[in-house]
């Protein structure tokens, strides 16, 4: 069992910065490929960006491209997410994922934990 744990959420003006942070209980944090989703006010989860076990492959939606960085410390059991240049329209509440086999995911079906979510707001 691995019990995800984000911080890092909060508001920021539009243009801003917020690094989030997802700390994962257990020892083979290492072997996951790891996720960010998030959820707006009345619409569905989407994904934001994906790493692999290694952090070797990352891939990420267009929508944040350029603006969003996500990176991982295994010795540290965590992953992060870099968000600059933010946007009113990237108010949510983010959401940290972990999948057991370690390549990159990018469905929510293929997630096999999650965390509880840090909100993020955006204002304009």
């Known amino acids: 069992q691995v019990q995800l744990v984000e911080s890092g959420g909060g508001l920021a003006q539009a243009g801003g910065s917020l690094r989030l942070s997802c700390v994962a209980s257990?020892?083979?944090?290492?072997?996951?490929?790891m996720g960010w989703f998030r959820q707006a006010p009345g619409k569905e989860h989407e994904f934001v960006a994906t790493?692999?076990?290694?952090?070797?492959?990352?891939a990420y939606a267009d929508f944040v491209k350029g603006r969003f960085t996500i990176s991982r410390e295994n010795a540290k059991n965590t992953v992060y997410l870099q968000m600059n240049s933010l946007k009113p329209e990237d108010t949510a509440v983010y959401y940290c994922?972990?999948?057991?086999?370690?390549?990159?995911?990018?469905?929510?079906?293929?997630?096999?934990?999650w965390g509880q979510g840090t909100q993020v707001t955006v204002s304009s």
């Open positions: 257990g020892r083979t944090f290492s072997s996951y490929a």
């Open positions: 994922a972990a999948a057991r086999y370690g390549n990159p995911k990018f469905k929510r079906d293929e997630y096999d934990y």
């Open positions: 790493i692999s076990w290694s952090g070797g492959i990352i």
